[in-house]
């Protein structure tokens, strides 16, 4: 599996103000928002380009668009403060959702929502989720879009535990990993150290 770490000096100030006890949910939204573009602007890198023919005020000639828009699947509940601003960057293309808990005994994933097409064969899927901790919820979310026949999945996350990079490594399934940082590890509760806390939680308050 690909792995790429966004080192960017302005997604790591970002990640800085999420990691924070003290900031407040309002910045911590803004953070994961404009460290999203980041971390997708540099997942884009690799997407196929083909050229077609344009008009400026002056003249002919070729721009460029995207061969293949990815599907975006923000992984809800947490994912879903990424899914504006992967949209605003991928304006063209369109978006299914995959709702997954996890449960806190176990820590395995459970799934109370899939709404994606059926087939996803030939067409990349984007799949937003903060935080790749144990890798267990990512990995069910990427079966089932590799059920559909997706050959080209990209996770973008914001932090990475090892473990889970791990995990996701060793599945066989035909994944890409973007993050902006691979942290420590995990502690016994399997939040990331250091980590940001819930990212759930601190986006949208605690249940
Ligand atoms: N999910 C979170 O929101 N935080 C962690 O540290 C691990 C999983």
Redesign the pocket.
Known sequence: MDVLVVDHPLAQTRLTAMRRTETESGVFRASLHELTTMVVYEAARLFAVEKYSIETPVAQTEGTRLANPPLIVPVLR?GLGMADAALGLLPESSMGFVGLA?DEETHEPRAYMESLPADLAGQPVLVLD??L?TGGSLLHCCKLLADRGCTDIIICCV?A?PEGVERLASSGLPLRLITASIDEG?NEK???VP???????RQFGGM
Do not use: F
């Open positions: 947490a996890r903060p935080m901790a932090l535990a995990l399997a939040y990331i980590g940001l806390g819930d990212a759930g939680d």
